[in-house]
Structure formats: C-alpha cells, structure tokens
C-alpha cells in the first residue's frame, strides 16, 4: 500500500523481529527516527553503482564479493578529476 502527499510516499515494509530489534537500536543509538533511517538507506542504495546494488542484495556470491568490490573501487579511481 503507498500513500503519496505533495513531497513524498509512504509504503508499508515487512521487516523480521531481528531486523526491526537492530534498526530500532542504531536509530535509538544515533537519534533519528526508523522512517527517515529506512529512507536515507533507500536513497543511498538507489544511488549506487549496480554492482555494489547487487552484493548489499545478496545477489553476487560471497566468494566473489571481493573481487567485484575491487572491480567498483578501481572504477572510482578512474573516475576521480584530478583536481577539486
């Protein structure tokens, strides 16, 4: 279900009791509320790289996460300006 007003959208999320007990701790921990924490990590993982999207989703095997990992790092590198 998602209710959407002028700025944003609401949905409703299952998460298991572990999940919740963990998200309830660090947001307690660092003082912000479960939705904005559930949604600041919705718009980080949405602005990664597919790569990086793939491993946080449990899609690459774990014996390859590394090396997909240095596959994302050396990307970066390359894609740096070399002045600020």
């Not at 912000?32 to 989703?57: F, G, H, P, T």
Request: proline share 2%; glycine share 4%.
């Amino acid at each position: 279900m998602v209710y959407v007003d002028e700025k944003k959208m609401t949905t409703s999320v299952k998460i298991s009791i572990e999940g919740m007990e963990n998200l309830t701790k660090i947001c307690e921990s660092n003082g912000i509320m479960k939705i904005e924490m559930v949604s600041r990590v919705m718009n980080w993982l949405c602005n990664q790289d597919k790569s990086l999207q793939a491993i946080v989703l449990g899609q690459v095997d774990p014996a390859d996460e590394l090396a997909v990992l240095d596959l994302i790092r050396a990307k970066c590198e390359t894609s740096v300006p070399d002045t600020l």
